[in-house]
């Protein structure tokens, strides 16, 4: 089976400093690994993937996601975080080898303090 | 959000009422999904569906129903038989193009029993 945790269920960051939000996986085979956001009310947006190559993934508004095969990990990472980054962050898994669905992490809180 | 439209974006229930809940996209994707949120728990699948016609059981399916009798529409009916319904719900699709295609997310509806 597939799993995804996401051990922080919150995250404080001042602004002007760098973020990371952790997620780490289990699959039976090769992981489709994903990033979305969610600001209140709204739906999940995609940030980012990772289906294979190299294992710093580039994404929108500035973030990026390191894939560590030996720590079954996908950090989302920022340089520089900004207020407006504020929200919950959802770490995803697709694995072929389960089915055509993708699991869920129960998400992380960011706050980014002015 | 993408091409997915979700209505309404609040609806109240009374115990015992069946309500269905909207979800139409434009993307032309073949597959849709159907989430449910909870605070603290992720999302969690409650059908997802591949091609028109049809459609296949999540993780927490009990309590709901849901038809694709064509590819822009996949309407959420929650029965009376769900025992605890307030919560976020969030329709997504995804292109069967390619198996490492991400979904789009809807902005979701909020239903709140009375």
């Known amino acids: 089976a597939q799993s995804v945790a996401q051990p922080e269920d919150q995250v404080n960051v001042a602004e002007g400093n760098p973020l990371t939000v952790k997620c780490t996986y289990s699959?039976?085979?090769?992981?489709?690994l994903f990033w979305y956001v969610q600001y209140p009310n709204r739906g999940l947006q995609f940030l980012l993937k990772?289906?294979?190559?190299?294992?710093l993934v580039k994404g929108s508004y500035g973030f990026e996601a390191e894939f560590n095969k030996s720590q079954t990990s996908f950090h989302l990472k920022k340089p520089s975080a900004l207020v407006s980054d504020s929200a919950l962050y959802f770490c995803?898994?697709?694995?072929?080898?389960?089915?055509?669905?993708?699991?869920f992490g129960p998400g992380t809180r960011l706050s980014v303090l002015p | 959000d993408g091409g997915i439209t979700q209505s309404p974006k609040y609806l109240f229930r009374k115990e015992g009422q069946n309500v269905t809940l909207s979800c139409e996209q434009n993307?032309?994707?073949?597959?849709m999904y159907w989430y449910r949120q909870d605070p603290g728990q992720g999302l969690r699948l409650i059908y997802y569906?591949?091609?028109?016609?049809?459609?296949q059981k999540g993780d927490i399916a009990e309590g709901y129903s849901v038809s694709r009798e064509k590819k822009e529409s996949f309407p959420l009916t929650v029965t009376s038989a769900q025992k605890n319904p307030t919560a976020f719900y969030l329709c997504?699709?995804?292109?069967?193009?390619?198996?490492?295609?991400?979904?789009?997310f809807g902005p979701g509806t909020r239903l709140t029993v009375l």
């Open positions: 699959v039976s085979g090769n992981p489709y």
């Open positions: 997504a699709s995804k292109s069967s193009g390619s198996s490492y295609n991400e979904q789009f």
């Open positions: 995803a898994v697709r694995d072929l080898n389960y089915g055509q669905n993708f699991v």
């Open positions: 993307l032309n994707h073949d597959a």
């Open positions: 569906s591949q091609i028109v016609n049809d459609f």
């Open positions: 990772y289906i294979t190559g190299d294992n």
